[in-house]
């Protein structure tokens, strides 16, 4: 145990002790020093489970071991295809080129000859392609850090040019070319006291040239009009080489945010002010520019989504076209402009989608996919091309990557690398369900298992869930979900309030006051799962990881009883706390804030780490984290493990598992993200009472 402090905070006449403030202080080599024991110690028992060894391997067997990993494709309107490929014996990706799908492909860069001259360890973590694809800014991370350095690789020469941007975030807003390929766009944070929470304050968007000037395109102090506040995080957006405006938004942890405009050619001219384009409240997710008109996706008046259509010159929000109305039971997910018309995709309880298209002569046809998914995503360029790239996945179906050819009306297969469904699937099945909460709402359920499972209150269940920014969980094949089940488990995902999968109305349920909701969500529905008698108290685990751990802690909290093993990673465990983190003052836009009175009692309500009770048989709990987490502290997990540990009874392990490399899940290597999963696994079957899974005698 770690020495407790006397700190006490009042809020709002409301005195709030918090003994653990110590473990805030990364300076202090006491706290160093117990973050190491803890992590030894969680390390010790992780590893003396039997069997663990077994769980990699089958991670493996389902990744397809003889194939290689493709991610973050990107390609041009030239059919250049730029991509991460991690080859099957390697631990890292690097970057990869081909001229055309059929061409061969070229390693561009291997990150791990960057900056060899140090110790530290880079990988990559974004790429932007300029139009041409003659040039590709490349960006470079180290220790799961969140800042990165940028770098200009010339394809001509295959060098990178003396070019050298550091600190910067282009995973927050985006790299954007200029249209004549001279400059490009990125976030760039104060950085003015390294370490402290001011440096995510009064980001600055940067214009900088390939001759190396540097110009302030959007900013709180460059555009005093506009009101931004310290938390916003400015963008500028140059979607479409040929676009006649270029939009900036004032942006941060909200769905919406506040949308701005101004000529393409002015876009470097700071005496041409930006004009208003669209204002949070007209929630406004996604758009796409037509000529001097703009078509968008917003969830104004319609909680599912529609697509509305408005002149950029005099934008009338109020007297739009609805060009797609809003759908009673699907949320519309995005759109393209296409020759046609117009494509889209719906959603069903977030798990069961469909792709449309809107033909120019109003008329609306399904186009069947390739076979049942969860979700789609489309990628064009430009709404001339007789082709749509789309890519399909599921549950049981790994990512696939097609394109559309809409003179044919037919799908054409298109990976680099196809991957190859192990033949497990067959043995498995999914179930989609509603489920009743708390308050009468139906909130999706999804069960995954072996067919014919026997409903006899014994199997092991492993729930995931998060609830917030209005994010989905989206059905995704993961080697988690099939080495889980293969060892006879049950997989469940909770689709709670505060996500998205029933639209803005599903989001707004679990948001500030209305929080409560994603725990009592999970609750339900773990009730659910032992009245149905898939399983029964004490056998299962629960898993949120980031804004999840809000959802996790207070369902642990709040029914202890319930649960064999909690699974907490990176999570915001505690959350009165929130704004003293370095992405804090962000995060109040989803959470709220302390300095608002109502707002903090709706803190202190999600807060887990306030709602640990002494001498509470609190259930088995691993709590990981990175020391290099910028988006969450570590002490959000080091002192609710702390406390926790103090506080319960009986003898269930409470485990703290540090990185002290690495940040909030990042650019992980493959054995990282493998040893990773399997502990997480191995834990939740260990205290769940699997008979394999049990410590070394």
């Known amino acids: 145990m770690i020495a407790t402090v006397k700190a006490i905070d009042e809020y709002y006449e409301r005195q709030i002790e918090d003994p653990y403030r110590n473990l805030e202080n990364p300076e202090d080599t006491t706290v160093i020093d117990w973050l190491k024991k803890q992590n030894q110690f969680a390390r010790l028992q992780l590893d003396g489970i039997s069997k663990k060894e077994r769980l990699i391997s089958l991670q493996k067997k389902f990744g397809n071991p003889e194939k290689d990993e493709i991610k973050s494709l990107t390609s041009t309107k030239n059919g250049q295809l730029f991509y991460l490929k991690r080859p099957f014996d390697k631990n890292y990706f690097a970057l990869y080129y081909r001229s055309s799908v ?16 140090t110790k530290e360890k880079y990988s990559i973590n974004y790429f932007k392609p300029n139009w041409d694809g003659s040039k590709l800014v490349i ?156 078509v968008y996706l917003t969830a104004d008046n319609a909680s599912n ?14 007297n739009a076209v609805a060009i797609v109305n809003e759908k009673e039971n699907e949320v519309i997910k995005s759109f393209r402009l296409v020759k046609e018309g117009i494509i889209y995709t719906t959603t069903k309880n977030g798990v069961e989608a469909k792709l449309y298209l809107l033909k120019n002569n109003k008329e609306t046809e399904e186009i069947t996919l390739p076979f049942p998914a969860g979700k789609v995503s489309l990628t064009t360029h430009g709404k001339n091309k007789d082709a749509i790239e ?3 996945r599921g549950w049981l179906s790994k990512e696939r990557r097609y394109m559309y050819d809409f003179v044919t009306r037919t799908f054409k297969e298109a990976d680099i690398v196809i991957p190859e469904n192990h033949s497990f699937i067959h043995k498995i099945e999914v179930r989609e369900l509603e489920v009743s ?32 920014y209005g994010t989905s969980i ?48 999970l609750i339900a529905c773990s009730e659910y799962l032992i009245k149905e008698k898939y399983t029964d108290k004490g056998k299962i685990a629960i898993n949120g990881a980031s804004a999840g751990g809000i959802t996790v802690g207070r369902a642990m909290t709040e029914r202890p009883d319930l649960f064999g093993a909690v699974i907490a990673n990176v999570g915001f465990m505690n959350t009165v706390r929130m704004e003293e983190g370095l992405n804090g003052a962000n995060n109040t836009k989803e959470f709220g804030s302390v300095k ?10 999600m807060d887990s780490y306030h709602h640990i009770d002494k001498d509470v048989e609190y259930p088995a709990t ?58 997480t696994l191995v834990f939740a079957l260990w205290q769940t009472g699997h008979p394999d899974y049990q410590p070394k005698k």
């Open 102 to 117: 059929s061409s061969d492909e070229e390693l561009l860069y291997d990150a791990t000859n960057f900056l060899t001259t």
């Open 139 to 294: 960006s470079f991370i180290k220790n799961g850090e969140e800042l990165s350095e940028l770098r200009v690789l010339d394809l001509t020469t295959k060098k990178l040019l003396p070019l050298v941007i550091s600190k910067c975030l282009p995973t927050y807003g985006g790299v954007y070319w200029l249209p004549d390929n001279s400059g490009f766009t990125y976030l760039k944070p104060s950085l003015n006291n390294e370490g402290v929470k001011e440096n995510y304050l009064n980001m600055q968007v940067l214009l900088h040239t390939l001759d190396d000037s540097v110009t302030v395109l959007f900013s709180r102090a460059h555009n005093p009009k506009l009101e931004m506040k310290p938390e916003d995080i400015p963008v500028v957006l140059i979607e479409e080489q040929n676009n006649n405006y270029v939009i900036s938004a004032v942006a941060g942890a909200t769905s919406f945010h506040d949308y701005y405009y101004k000529p393409v050619l002015d876009v470097t001219n700071n005496k041409e002010s930006w004009k208003p384009l669209f204002k949070k409240s007209d929630k406004v997710i996604s758009y796409f520019q037509d000529r001097d008109s703009i």
């Open 305 to 318: 989504f529609k697509i509305c259509k408005t002149s950029m010159i005099q934008p009338d929000l109020k």
């Open 390 to 392: 789309i890519r399909v």
């Open 437 to 468: 909460s708390h308050d009468g709402v139906k909130v999706p359920l999804s069960i995954i298992h072996k067919k014919g499972i026997s409903k006899n209150n014994s199997t092991p269940v492993f729930i995931v869930a998060y609830g917030a």
């Open 474 to 521: 989206q059905p995704m094949f993961t080697q988690k979900i099939m080495t889980w089940i293969h060892e006879g488990g049950i997989f469940a995902v909770a689709h709670i309030r505060g996500g998205g999968e029933k639209g803005d109305a599903w989001h707004k349920g679990g948001f500030k006051e209305t929080k409560p909701n994603s725990w009592k969500d």
């Open 596 to 605: 608002n009175k109502d707002e903090f009692s709706w803190l202190l309500e």
């Open 622 to 679: 691993l709590i990981t984290t990175g020391v290099n987490d910028a988006r969450v502290p570590f002490w959000h997990s080091a002192k609710f493990a702390a406390k926790l540990q103090e506080s319960t009874i009986g003898d269930t392990p409470i485990l703290l598992k540090v990185g002290f490399q690495s940040g909030h899940g990042i650019s992980l290597s493959k054995n990282k993200k493998l040893e990773d999963i399997a502990d």
